[in-house]
């Protein structure tokens, strides 16, 4: 792989960001006086995280590296990066700690990393670098404890002359004008046009450039977006041909990005041909005409663009939020799954039907023993109990135990007696706590 | 290990002549038991009143102490692929019937199933129908393709009537030895709106909160069954916050789950409830129609419903 076989050793082969390094070391040699954490943002491929590693390395620093791969909640970085960040050096080693990626440090998964993360910067012993593509997807707690340093995207001319110094050491065949025209096409990501160079070979043809770098960048879908939005043109559409996403998944960049653009009426008329363009994706799927897309694309792009004025104006664009909910609340959903699946079985009912008894069973739940029997009933095990009843789900699960300890009791009339007697003690209890417990239970209720 | 059932199973009937409110299609199946013979039998109807439970008393009326072995039941709305249709159903039809001539397939909701499913079961009720009988049960007997209603003897089976219900939940209390206050009574049977399982479950609740079951219990109780965030969320379109609407519509259907038919469904229910001018519903009722009829025709029923939000938010 070229990239690794040309990655920077020094500061004088970190191409075009000259001005920042001064800027860096400045930090990091009078570590202590300002922020004690740097966060460097910028695009793909502009050389945040070489950057940290040459700095590193010339400077004799010991790099603690953790990136999004690795799970980063607030357990995993209190004892890999806490741990580092307290201990001064072991025999006189200076040490850097790198936060790659610190945009996806993500709420649901990676639980408690933000706040953890925050503690960590505030007291650190050591300098922490983060890096990140957005400014703004990083909290701004945090933002406010780093000294903020920005990369640029590089320009064409910069990733050329490295394009170039490569092919003529690894001894490359090829003009510079193909050169450049890959260098262009990167859109100043170095590692991605030395990638693309390195997948053509060592004969590169005029026109070859053609071959690669039709990378999905999200930059270009938000080129098209804002003159989707700035044009009021059909001809748009256009700028939409050569984005590699399925018509379905544009359809819902779209449409998350509408109401920034639209207010109203003009709103109203866009969402319109938003769902006109759904109804002929849906048509071009069911009867495998797929033809019937270029109705779907025309809507959704051109549609939507000539319900504006035009005009250009400054929207700050996001991808959808549609598969980010849907991944994030994967689990829930699939627990309720089973939950209703195990209603509907014992009942007789499809999982639909088997939603209308959850108020039902979450208010047996305010009584341990009845909580108990009817779980056992439903067989639900711990996990699903808790979901239903996050409040009382060990004292539920007590009472099961309970009931294992009791001789079974084979003639279900018998059971009677002793649950009345149950009932009517526990009763005054839960007419006292009515109120409150309504209160706490709501929750648990409309969660369904 | 000791359990408890909720009620609607504990006292689902056993015996078609324990089926309360339905005494002339009840007639009908007893014939059919005293003949041991069966068509394909088609049961509409809204839910809880009593397909289910006709069936499964059906079938063990006609086959006794094997009627396990003879009876498949399959839920149409949860597996409403063609496949189900194919594998499952096809695989139970060819077996045997055991101690008898035939066995009984009860498909529900069976109005979920695609066009192509019900062809394709057309088919098989065809292929089988020496060894297999079909009690299909459906909400709307007119989304099942014709060439299976004319195979099946169709029942229809309304709405319970108040009088019904209140003999069953009556019946239940005294065994279950709750105080049921007579206006207690009448509020379950007036906001089960004939539906057996929801009166059910409507006493079981209040039963778990109140010592003597009151009106006043029952309203508290069954309200809060109510999905209160779809009114919530009508409520904000029509302030023209058509962000806050959507966020909630996301957390409905995609965190929560729910499907696009039930937000509608609950949409247009709650439309009635809405302080607005009775012009200002029939005008929202067209949206909502509107909406239903593109939630069927497009593919992604985020998309749909947002586009009614907008129309709702707009004004």
Same mark, same amino acid.
Request: glycine letters at 6%; proline letters at 3%; a neutral charge.
């Given at each position: 792989?070229?990239?690794?076989?040309?990655?920077?050793?020094?500061?004088?082969?970190?191409?075009?960001?000259?001005?920042?390094?001064?800027?860096?070391?400045?930090?990091?040699?009078?570590?202590?006086?300002?922020?004690?954490?740097?966060?460097?943002?910028?695009?793909?491929?502009?050389?945040?995280?070489?950057?940290?590693?040459?700095?590193?390395?010339?400077?004799?620093?010991?790099?603690?590296?953790?990136?999004?791969?690795?799970?980063?909640?607030?357990?995993?970085?209190?004892?890999?990066?806490?741990?580092?960040?307290?201990?001064?050096?072991?025999?006189?080693?200076?040490?850097?700690?790198?936060?790659? @990626?610190?945009?996806?440090?993500?709420?649901?998964? /990676?639980?408690?990393?933000?706040?953890? *993360? #925050?503690? !960590?910067?505030? $007291? %650190?012993?050591?300098?922490?670098?983060?890096?990140?593509?957005?400014?703004?997807?990083?909290?701004?707690?945090?933002?406010?404890?780093?000294?903020?340093?920005?990369?640029?995207?590089?320009?064409?001319?910069?990733?050329?002359?490295?394009?170039?110094?490569?092919?003529?050491?690894?001894?490359?065949?090829?003009?510079?004008?193909?050169?450049?025209?890959?260098?262009?096409?990167?859109?100043?990501?170095?590692?991605?046009?030395?990638?693309?160079?390195?997948?053509?070979?060592?004969?590169?043809?005029?026109?070859?450039?053609?071959?690669?770098?039709?990378?999905?960048?999200?930059?270009?879908?938000?080129?098209?977006?804002?003159?989707?939005?700035?044009?009021?043109?059909? @001809?748009?559409?256009?700028?939409?041909?050569?984005? /590699?996403?399925?018509?379905?998944?544009? *359809? #819902?960049? !779209?449409?998350? $990005? %509408?109401?920034?653009?639209?207010?109203?009426?003009?709103?109203?008329?866009?969402?319109?041909?938003?769902?006109?363009?759904?109804?002929?994706?849906?048509?071009?799927?069911?009867?495998?005409?797929?033809?019937?897309?270029?109705?779907?694309?025309?809507?959704?792009?051109?549609?939507?663009?000539?319900?504006?004025?035009?005009?250009?104006?400054?929207?700050?664009?996001?991808?959808?939020?549609?598969?980010?909910?849907?991944?994030?609340?994967?689990?829930?959903?699939?627990?309720?799954?089973?939950?209703?699946?195990?209603?509907?079985?014992?009942?007789?009912?499809?999982?639909?039907?088997?939603?209308?008894?959850?108020?039902?069973?979450?208010?047996?739940?305010?009584?341990?023993?009845?909580?108990?029997?009817?779980?056992?009933?439903?067989?639900?095990?711990?996990?699903?109990?808790?979901? !239903?009843?996050?409040?009382?789900?060990?004292?539920?699960?007590?009472?099961?135990?309970?009931?294992?300890?009791?001789?079974?009791?084979?003639?279900?009339?018998?059971?009677?007696?002793?649950?009345?007697?149950?009932?009517?003690?526990?009763?005054?209890?839960?007419?006292?706590?009515?109120?409150?417990?309504?209160?706490?239970?709501?929750?648990?209720?409309?969660?369904? | 290990?000791?359990?408890?059932?909720?009620?609607?199973?504990?006292?689902?009937?056993?015996?078609?002549?324990?089926?309360?409110?339905?005494?002339?299609?009840?007639?009908?199946?007893?014939?059919?038991?005293?003949?041991?013979?069966?068509?394909?039998?088609?049961?509409?109807?809204?839910?809880?009143?009593?397909?289910?439970?006709?069936?499964?008393?059906?079938?063990?009326?006609?086959?006794?102490?094997?009627?396990?072995?003879?009876?498949?039941?399959?839920?149409?709305?949860?597996?409403?692929?063609?496949?189900?249709?194919?594998?499952?159903?096809?695989?139970?039809?060819?077996?045997?019937?055991?101690?008898?001539?035939?066995?009984?397939?009860?498909?529900?909701?069976?109005?979920?199933?695609?066009?192509?499913?019900?062809?394709?079961?057309?088919?098989?009720?065809?292929?089988?129908?020496?060894?297999?009988?079909?009690?299909?049960?459906?909400?709307?007997?007119?989304?099942?393709?014709?060439?299976?209603?004319?195979?099946?003897?169709?029942?229809?089976?309304?709405?319970?009537?108040?009088?019904?219900?209140?003999?069953?939940?009556?019946?239940?209390?005294?065994?279950?030895?709750?105080?049921?206050?007579?206006?207690?009574?009448?509020?379950?049977?007036?906001?089960?709106?004939?539906?057996?399982?929801?009166?059910?479950?409507?006493?079981?609740?209040?039963?778990?909160?109140?010592?003597?079951?009151?009106?006043?219990?029952?309203?508290?109780?069954?309200?809060?069954?109510?999905?209160?965030?779809?009114?919530?969320?009508?409520?904000?379109?029509?302030?023209?916050?058509?962000?806050?609407?959507?966020?909630?519509?996301?957390?409905?259907?995609?965190?929560?789950?729910?499907?696009?038919?039930?937000?509608?469904?609950?949409?247009?229910?709650?439309?009635?409830?809405?302080?607005?001018?009775?012009?200002?519903?029939?005008?929202?009722?067209?949206?909502?129609?509107?909406?239903?009829?593109?939630?069927?025709?497009?593919?992604?029923?985020?998309?749909?419903?947002?586009?009614?939000?907008?129309?709702?938010?707009?004004?």
């Amino acid at each position: 792989m070229l990239v690794e076989k040309y990655f920077p050793k020094n500061f004088s082969e970190i191409k075009g960001q000259q001005a920042i390094v001064k800027e860096i070391l400045a930090w990091i040699n009078t570590w202590g006086n300002e922020k004690r954490a740097l966060l460097i943002y910028g695009p793909p491929g502009s050389g945040k995280t070489t950057m940290v590693k040459v700095l590193s390395k010339e400077l004799g620093y010991d790099l603690i590296e953790l990136n999004a791969s690795d799970k980063r909640d607030q357990e995993a970085l209190n004892r890999i990066v806490g741990n580092a960040s307290s201990s001064k050096t072991l025999f006189g080693y200076k040490k850097i700690i790198l936060l790659d @990626e610190a945009d996806n440090i993500h709420g649901k998964e /990676d639980y408690g990393g933000a706040k953890a *993360l #925050l503690e !960590i910067i505030k $007291n %650190t012993q050591n300098p922490i670098i983060l890096t990140a593509n957005s400014y703004w997807e990083v909290s701004q707690a945090i933002r406010d404890n780093c000294k903020l340093v920005q990369f640029k995207r590089l320009q064409a001319r910069t990733v050329f002359s490295r394009l170039k110094e490569i092919a003529q050491a690894e001894k490359i065949q090829i003009e510079d004008e193909t050169l450049l025209k890959i260098a262009e096409q990167s859109n100043g990501d170095l590692r991605a046009a030395i990638n693309d160079l390195d997948s053509l070979g060592n004969n590169i043809l005029k026109g070859d450039e053609k071959l690669v770098g039709f990378r999905d960048t999200e930059k270009s879908i938000f080129d098209a977006l804002s003159k989707l939005y700035s044009s009021s043109s059909i @001809e748009v559409r256009k700028e939409f041909m050569d984005i /590699d996403k399925k018509p379905d998944e544009l *359809l #819902l960049w !779209i449409d998350e $990005n %509408t109401p920034k653009a639209y207010k109203g009426k003009e709103l109203l008329e866009a969402q319109n041909f938003i769902s006109k363009a759904d109804i002929y994706l849906n048509r071009a799927f069911k009867t495998r005409n797929y033809s019937m897309w270029k109705y779907a694309s025309d809507l959704m792009t051109g549609g939507v663009s000539v319900v504006g004025e035009g005009g250009s104006r400054y929207i700050s664009f996001s991808p959808p939020r549609y598969f980010q909910i849907l991944g994030s609340s994967k689990k829930t959903r699939e627990a309720r799954k089973t939950i209703l699946e195990k209603i509907g079985k014992k009942c007789h009912c499809s999982t639909k039907i088997a939603r209308s008894y959850l108020p039902m069973i979450s208010i047996l739940f305010l009584n341990p023993k009845k909580g108990a029997l009817i779980s056992n009933f439903f067989e639900f095990d711990l996990e699903e109990i808790k979901f !239903i009843d996050e409040k009382n789900y060990r004292k539920i699960e007590l009472s099961r135990e309970e009931l294992l300890k009791e001789p079974e009791k084979k003639d279900e009339t018998s059971i009677t007696p002793v649950e009345l007697k149950n009932k009517t003690v526990e009763k005054e209890d839960s007419q006292n706590k009515n109120e409150e417990k309504q209160k706490t239970q709501q929750k648990t209720l409309f969660d369904f | 290990m000791e359990f408890e059932k909720p009620w609607t199973e504990k006292y689902r009937p056993q015996k078609l002549e324990d089926i309360v409110g339905r005494d002339p299609i009840i007639r009908r199946l007893k014939s059919y038991v005293d003949k041991k013979s069966m068509p394909h039998l088609l049961f509409a109807g809204p839910p809880g009143v009593g397909k289910t439970t006709a069936a499964i008393a059906l079938a063990k009326e006609i086959f006794g102490e094997y009627w396990k072995q003879n009876f498949q039941e399959t839920n149409a709305s949860d597996e409403r692929g063609i496949n189900v249709v194919r594998e499952k159903i096809k695989d139970f039809a060819r077996t045997k019937p055991i101690g008898g001539d035939f066995k009984i397939i009860f498909l529900d909701e069976s109005d979920a199933l695609t066009a192509d499913a019900q062809n394709a079961l057309r088919r098989t009720m065809e292929v089988y129908t020496s060894t297999c009988r079909f009690i299909l049960s459906c909400n709307y007997s007119s989304r099942i393709i014709d060439p299976i209603q004319s195979r099946c003897a169709i029942f229809r089976f309304g709405p319970l009537s108040n009088d019904a219900v209140k003999v069953m939940i009556k019946k239940i209390a005294e065994n279950e030895k709750i105080d049921l206050k007579e206006d207690g009574l009448n509020a379950i049977a007036y906001v089960a709106e004939g539906d057996m399982r929801k009166a059910i479950n409507a006493l079981q609740a209040s039963a778990g909160i109140g010592d003597s079951i009151t009106e006043s219990i029952v309203y508290q109780v069954t309200s809060r069954a109510k999905p209160e965030e779809i009114k919530n969320m009508m409520k904000v379109a029509l302030t023209g916050d058509f962000l806050s609407s959507r966020k909630i519509l996301q957390t409905l259907l995609l965190e929560q789950g729910l499907s696009g038919e039930d937000i509608i469904m609950q949409m247009h229910r709650e439309t009635f409830n809405l302080e607005v001018s009775d012009k200002e519903k029939v005008r929202i009722i067209e949206m909502i129609g509107e909406a239903d009829f593109r939630l069927v025709q497009g593919a992604n029923e985020f998309i749909q419903l947002e586009y009614l939000l907008a129309n709702l938010s707009t004004g």
